[in-house]
């Protein structure tokens, strides 16, 4: 207790004599915003609804088990469900939607995933204004509400969101999973587009309602994983089909996909997540098929991806993409979900589902306000020409950690983000709070 009294005596001391103790004791405070949230990692200024829609997409190649040996298929009309979501009007009196999702992993009971959204189930869409579309694709065995948090905020930034669900076939065993898998190999892209194709369809004949919201000649593509595998031969990297990954794929089944590969999907802007595909022991491009993407590329990954491979793939796909300028955000220590919802599991949920949708060292909400941020800068940019969004792409140091803040003594600043006072620190990120993060950047020709 004695001690206790001299301290703040002597502090009272300093206090009476020296200007600097009255600035401690008075320090200025900005202005600043509650919430972890980089500056565009907010939500924007749109109400957002959300609905359903079922596609029908014909003279799709399907095989089963059996045809992975003898290399037959069959003909299907394949059916997809999408969830859109669209700047809407106020839903006064109604609640957000909460998303629910059941996975079933094999000999395990099922988990349930619920999140609470932020969007309004069946509002109705504005009446005026034309927004850019984006579509979004899952990875293997995910679902098209698992990025809702993403989607959503797109939306409410005004753009029109259309997420797939590739209804990839459940897991029962070793022979499913292979099977499963080679489903997707050959049905990712040609999904990605059909719906596309689809959904322009229906906004060259609806004045009104959600279609008729859609800029069609502005439209970005983000994919996740396996949707990124898609996505990158979708606008224009044609696959290397003599990979031995295509090896359980029928022959018949890869034709659609050479076909469509031929051109390149009118894709303004892409963004890959993790993109699945460039590893050496499943690489399923050349180096020369991914130079002739010329559409503005934004790669996210893990630094510690053993999905994807970061060193090795990831990192190998970002190098070859020399037709177009091109970003890659690097979470360090980050393995391969650097992506989707923060969901609130329960205690008992098996591991495997905790590892399906968690990373093991950043915390998922983080990651979602950072990926909204850097998300709708690149959107910004390439689909709206807003040319003020390259201040918050173009970091001024490669590693967050070395961007300066020079702040004056007992400086208090209550959520400030960096702007221009603050050039070199990553713009819209709080002092102190952009960390474990790279930018790399090289442009078309590097």
């Given at each position: 207790?004695?001690?206790?009294?001299?301290?703040?005596?002597?502090?009272?001391?300093?206090?009476?004599?020296?200007g600097?103790?009255?600035?401690?004791?008075?320090?200025?405070?900005?202005?600043?915003?509650?919430?972890?949230?980089?500056?565009?990692?907010?939500?924007g200024?749109?109400?957002?609804g959300?609905?359903?829609?079922?596609?029908?997409l014909?003279?799709?190649?399907?095989?089963?088990?059996?045809?992975?040996?003898?290399?037959?298929?069959?003909?299907?009309?394949?059916?997809?469900?999408v969830?859109?979501?669209?700047?809407?009007?106020?839903?006064?009196?109604?609640?957000?939607?909460?998303?629910?999702?059941?996975?079933?992993?094999?000999?395990?009971?099922?988990?349930?995933?619920?999140?609470?959204?932020?969007?309004?189930?069946?509002?109705?869409?504005?009446?005026?204004?034309?927004?850019?579309?984006?579509?979004?694709?899952?990875?293997?065995?995910?679902?098209?509400?698992?990025?809702s948090?993403?989607?959503?905020?797109?939306?409410?930034?005004?753009?029109?969101?259309?997420?797939?669900?590739?209804?990839?076939?459940?897991?029962?065993?070793?022979?499913d999973?292979?099977?499963?898998?080679?489903?997707?190999?050959?049905?990712?892209?040609?999904d990605?587009?059909?719906?596309?194709?689809?959904?322009?369809?229906?906004?060259?004949?609806?004045?009104?309602?959600?279609?008729?919201?859609?800029?069609?000649?502005?439209?970005?593509?983000?994919?996740?994983?396996?949707?990124?595998?898609?996505?990158?031969?979708?606008v224009?990297?044609?696959?290397?089909?003599?990979?031995?990954?295509?090896?359980?794929?029928?022959?018949?089944?890869?034709?659609?996909?050479?076909?469509?590969?031929?051109?390149?999907?009118?894709?303004?802007?892409?963004?890959?997540?993790?993109?699945?595909?460039?590893?050496?022991?499943?690489?399923?491009?050349?180096?020369?098929?991914?130079?002739?993407?010329t559409?503005?590329?934004?790669?996210?990954?893990?630094?510690?991806?053993?999905?994807?491979?970061?060193?090795?793939?990831?990192?190998?796909?970002?190098?070859?993409?020399?037709?177009?300028?091109?970003?890659?955000?690097?979470?360090?220590?980050?393995?391969?979900?650097?992506?989707?919802?923060?969901?609130?599991?329960?205690?008992?949920?098996?591991?495997?589902?905790?590892?399906?949708?968690?990373?093991?060292?950043?915390?998922?909400?983080?990651?979602?306000?950072?990926?909204?941020?850097?998300?709708?800068?690149?959107?910004?940019?390439?689909?709206?020409?807003?040319?003020?969004?390259?201040?918050y792409?173009?970091?001024?140091?490669?590693?967050?950690?070395?961007?300066?803040?020079?702040?004056?003594?007992?400086?208090?600043?209550?959520?400030?983000?960096?702007?221009?006072?603050?050039?070199?620190?990553?713009?819209?990120?709080?002092?102190?709070?952009?960390?474990?993060?790279?930018?790399?950047?090289?442009?078309?020709?590097?």
């Amino acid at each position: 207790m004695k001690k206790r009294y001299v301290a703040l005596s002597v502090l009272a001391l300093v206090g009476v004599g020296a200007g600097t103790a009255a600035y401690v004791a008075t320090p200025p405070v900005h202005e600043g915003a509650p919430g972890e949230a980089p500056e565009l990692g907010r939500p924007g200024e749109h109400t957002v609804g959300t609905r359903e829609v079922t596609f029908a997409l014909p003279d799709r190649l399907t095989f089963g088990k059996l045809d992975m040996v003898t290399g037959g298929t069959q003909s299907e009309t394949r059916e997809l469900q999408v969830r859109l979501y669209y700047p809407a009007e106020a839903a006064a009196g109604t609640s957000p939607i909460t998303y629910t999702h059941t996975m079933e992993p094999p000999d395990m009971e099922p988990v349930t995933f619920e999140y609470i959204g932020s969007s309004y189930a069946d509002a109705a869409a504005v009446s005026e204004g034309q927004f850019p579309l984006v579509i979004m694709s899952h990875g293997f065995n995910g679902w098209s509400t698992q990025f809702s948090n993403l989607a959503e905020h797109i939306a409410s930034r005004g753009y029109v969101v259309a997420s797939i669900d590739h209804a990839d076939r459940k897991l029962e065993g070793a022979t499913d999973f292979i099977h499963s898998f080679a489903q997707v190999l050959a049905s990712r892209s040609l999904d990605q587009r059909q719906v596309l194709s689809q959904i322009l369809e229906h906004n060259a004949i609806d004045d009104g309602g959600v279609f008729g919201l859609i800029d069609p000649e502005q439209v970005g593509l983000i994919g996740y994983s396996m949707g990124g595998y898609g996505a990158l031969a979708t606008v224009g990297g044609d696959y290397d089909y003599e990979s031995d990954t295509f090896d359980t794929v029928p022959t018949d089944a890869l034709a659609p996909v050479k076909d469509a590969a031929s051109d390149a999907a009118p894709i303004d802007a892409m963004i890959a997540f993790a993109p699945w595909g460039g590893q050496p022991d499943n690489r399923v491009w050349s180096a020369e098929s991914l130079t002739r993407i010329t559409t503005p590329v934004m790669i996210v990954s893990g630094s510690e991806d053993d999905v994807s491979n970061y060193t090795e793939g990831v990192s190998w796909i970002f190098d070859s993409l020399t037709g177009t300028d091109r970003r890659m955000l690097v979470y360090r220590d980050a393995r391969h979900n650097i992506v989707g919802n923060a969901f609130d599991l329960p205690d008992d949920a098996p591991f495997r589902a905790i590892e399906f949708v968690n990373e093991p060292v950043w915390r998922q909400g983080r990651i979602n306000a950072i990926n909204q941020h850097f998300v709708a800068a690149f959107l910004d940019l390439n689909l709206k020409g807003d040319e003020e969004m390259t201040e918050y792409l173009d970091v001024p140091v490669q590693n967050s950690n070395a961007g300066s803040w020079n702040v004056a003594f007992g400086e208090q600043l209550n959520g400030k983000m960096a702007g221009e006072d603050e050039p070199d620190h990553w713009r819209g990120f709080q002092r102190r709070w952009a960390l474990g993060l790279e930018m790399l950047g090289k442009a078309k020709g590097e």
